[in-house]
């Protein structure tokens, strides 16, 4: 036996692991530099704290809720144009109707659309919807970026007994049937744990969809943010990674997917109905992947559903950049107050055509 070897460290006798192990150890030490000072120059350079900044922070029912800490600022949307955001009334109400104004009160439930990250708190469609009633109607706002048709049920459940709302408006994106069936394949950078509602239970449950990377690392969601903008207006492959990874590329699962998050919405829309038989509940998607899926899963549950609405929008802009596509698909100022327009006619036309529905659904 040789006992020169046997004085050897260990890294002596073991060298090409040794150098791997350093190398790992070096490369996980360098990421937790990268990530921590990411976090600090971010919130240096934006001089205040992320709390102070985040829309949205972590909730146990609904996997995220609004922010009721966050600082009014001013920004630039995609479009170039100023943004002001105001704080939210609440952690779950963007905005209640303003006191001593009378009219029917309504309630709009949605996502990003009704958060509005990219417009003027003050500007948005809702907000419209109000001015241009002449207060025939008091408006409150409820809705979070990202949201399922469970966590836009989860959060009308919260806030009804507040509002009481005689009409409840559910704005839908293409995203909701997706998002409503769990995957776990979702790698998106906004993912955090949602609920998810079985239809077979009746009964919710938070899981989190999103990739390990982007569940734990901020530096991590900002590349990968980044990368998406760019694609959008420079597309170098991203997107069809994107769909490689995903179950979309998948025409079965995709298949199974929307069937699931149909019966997902329409049940949800029917308990709804059910808990609420006085409200009037109306329907509306703000872009048409869905449309007619949409418009079957309300008016099946006996509710009101807003057929066309983007179109009908895009010919009331009257040519008028409505959007911030490719960069950013929110309406921006201008389709804010053209859609807020637009939801106010169709509103009154309804309820001209049936006055019975101002009482009951």
């Known amino acids: 036996m040789d006992s020169s070897n046997n004085n050897k460290s260990i890294f002596e006798r073991h060298r090409r692991l040794s150098n791997l192990t350093l190398m790992m150890l070096s490369l996980a030490v360098t990421l937790l530099i990268l990530e921590f000072g990411f976090r600090f120059a971010r919130d240096a350079i934006k001089g205040s704290s992320w709390i102070s900044r985040a829309e949205n922070i972590d909730d146990d029912d609904l996997g995220w809720s609004l922010n009721p800490q966050k600082q009014p600022l001013t920004k630039a949307n995609a479009c170039g144009e100023t943004v002001v955001r105001g704080t939210p009334a609440s952690r779950y109400l963007n905005r209640v109707p303003a006191t001593g104004k009378g009219g029917t009160t309504v309630l709009f439930v949605g996502d990003s659309f009704t958060q509005g990250t990219e417009v003027s708190s003050n500007a948005l469609y809702y907000e419209i919807f109000e001015q241009a009633s002449g207060g025939r109607y008091a408006v409150a706002a409820a809705g979070a970026g990202g949201?399922?048709?469970?966590?836009?049920?989860?959060?009308?459940?919260?806030?009804?007994?507040?509002?009481?709302?005689?009409?409840?408006?559910?704005?839908?994106?293409?995203?909701?049937?997706?998002?409503?069936?769990?995957?776990?394949?979702?790698?998106?950078?906004?993912?955090k744990p949602r609920a998810y509602y079985d239809p077979a239970s009746d009964s919710f449950h938070l899981r989190n969809p999103s990739l390990w990377l982007l569940r734990h690392s901020e530096l991590a969601k900002y590349v990968y943010g980044e990368m998406l903008k760019i694609e959008r207006t420079r597309p170098f492959g991203l997107s069809s990674l994107i769909s490689w990874l995903t179950p979309a590329d998948d025409p079965s699962r995709s298949d199974h997917i929307t069937r699931h998050g149909l019966k997902v919405m329409q049940e949800l829309i029917g308990k709804a109905r059910k808990a609420h038989p006085e409200t009037l509940f109306i329907g509306f998607s703000v872009d048409s992947t869905w449309d007619k899926q949409y418009q079957t899963a309300f008016e099946s549950q006996g509710a009101l559903y807003f057929a066309g609405l983007p179109e009908k929008i895009?010919?009331?802009?009257?040519?008028?950049?409505?959007?911030?596509?490719?960069?950013?698909?929110?309406w921006n100022h201008a389709g804010n107050r053209v859609a807020g327009e637009v939801l106010l006619q169709l509103t009154e036309q309804v309820l001209a055509a049936s006055p019975a529905s101002r009482q009951k659904p």
């Open 314 to 330: 895009s010919k009331a802009g009257r040519g008028e950049r409505l959007d911030c596509a490719p960069v950013d698909p929110h």
């Open 147 to 191: 949201f399922s048709t469970a966590q836009e049920y989860l959060l009308l459940e919260k806030v009804f007994q507040t509002i009481r709302p005689r009409i409840v408006f559910w704005q839908l994106t293409g995203n909701d049937l997706p998002e409503n069936v769990y995957t776990g394949t979702d790698i998106s950078a906004v993912q």
